[in-house]
Structure formats: C-alpha cells, structure tokens
C-alpha cells in the first residue's frame, strides 16, 4: 500500500462546479498535510496547508480527519484555470521529508 | 519570494556520462531536496541536506550522490547516467521547520540517450 494515495482522475468538470479530491495517508505519525498545485510541465507550488480545524482560503477548503486518516481539498466555482494536478503531501513528525501523493488531474470545461 | 533556481531547464546527456545537476536558493534555507518525477510515480526523494556538507539518503539514491558545499547550493550527481534516469529533477528547499512547505525550481528535464 502507498504511503499516500490520491485517485489519479482526471476529474473533468464544467466551469462554476464543485468538485472534491479526498488523499489518504497510511501513517498515524503524520503531522503536517497539504495541498500543492502543479500545472503542466511546472515545477509544483504550495496551494495551502492543512490544519486540523479546517481551513478556507477563497474558493479553496481543506479539512482533516485524523481518525480516518484522509485529508480533503473542495474546490468551489472551478474556474478554467484551476486546471492542474492537485498533490496531496504528508510529513511524518520528527523528520523533514515529505511525502507525495502520485496526484489527482482536474480540468475544468469551458 | 524564495528563489530556488536550477542550472537547466532541458539537458540531453550520453549513457555513461557523469552529470551535475545544479540548485541555489537565496532565502537561507537550511533543509534542501532533490527529487525525481516520473509519470504514475510522483515525485521520489533522492537525498536531502539539513545542513552544510550534511547529506542524508531518500528513497531512491542509487546511481546518484550529492554535494552541499555552501547553505545555498546543493548538487545533485549522476555517477554514470543511464536511460532510467531520463525523468524531471526538482530540487526544493525549506527553513528548519518543514512545516512552512517546500519551494520548488522549476526542474531540470533530463534526457539520458
């Protein structure tokens, strides 16, 4: 099993819909989550990270949920530029290395 | 901004060369990172650096080593290129507490023919 695991998609939606990606981590010891964004041929940015009350930033929310071990990122109104792989990253605490997700696809419909 | 800026963008090198992938960061940073990104595989850590002449093993060093001379600069070599290390190398950095997420360069094409 991988240490983090996303479905690879693509998850193709018209523009102004919801969409949901969930990633699941096999590690308890986990202590830090996020959400990076890589276009095309990019090298991958941070989008945000993820806290265990949630957390908002626009039209962008991840959650949390420890006891299931998955972390979520709701994209709402998509828009055509978020088209992207969306990677789902975990640290393990007491270590600097993260771990990647393989990532999921989403392109956006005009 | 941090800037992690790598040597190349596109580089095409011969089996059996000895190749130098270069990486600088201007904000201090004291962790830095190489990985590779391969199609359904994500991005695999090479090796990692927490310090000056400091280096420890990810999860894939084989066929590769790396230098760490001077805190900005981290380098990641290929002994002896072969085809399987045709792939995209990024290189990342972070302050201490990783938990602040990596910047990324923009990665280094290789082609090993």
């Known amino acids: 099993r991988k240490e983090v695991e996303q479905d690879p998609g693509p998850f193709n939606v018209p523009e102004g819909a919801t969409v949901a990606f969930n990633c699941t981590y096999s590690n308890s010891a986990s202590q830090s989550f996020f959400w990076y964004r890589q276009d095309c041929r990019k090298e991958p940015k941070l989008l945000m990270s993820v806290y265990s009350s949630g957390n908002e930033d626009g039209r962008f929310t991840a959650q949390l949920n420890r006891a299931s071990q998955y972390i979520s990122l709701l994209i709402r109104d998509s828009k055509l530029s978020d088209s992207a792989t969306y990677l789902c990253?975990?640290?393990?605490?007491?270590?600097?290395?993260?771990?990647f997700g393989t990532g999921t696809r989403l392109k956006v419909l005009a | 901004d941090v800037k992690v800026t790598q040597s190349s963008r596109y580089l095409v090198k011969r089996t059996g060369e000895k190749v130098f992938l270069e990486c600088v960061q201007d904000m201090d940073h004291e962790n830095m990172f190489w990985y590779r990104q391969d199609p359904g595989l994500g991005l695999r850590l090479i090796y990692f650096s927490y310090d000056v002449k400091m280096k420890e093993k990810g999860d894939i060093p084989e066929g590769y080593s790396v230098s760490r001379e001077k805190k900005e600069r981290f380098s990641l070599i290929l002994e002896s290129a072969s085809t399987n290390q045709t792939s995209m190398y990024l290189c990342?950095?972070?302050?201490?507490?990783?938990?602040?997420?990596?910047?990324f360069g923009s990665g280094t094409r290789l082609t090993v023919v």
């Open positions: 990253v975990v640290m393990y605490s007491g270590t600097y290395k993260y771990i």
């Open positions: 990342a950095s972070s302050p201490p507490h990783s938990g602040d997420g990596y910047t």
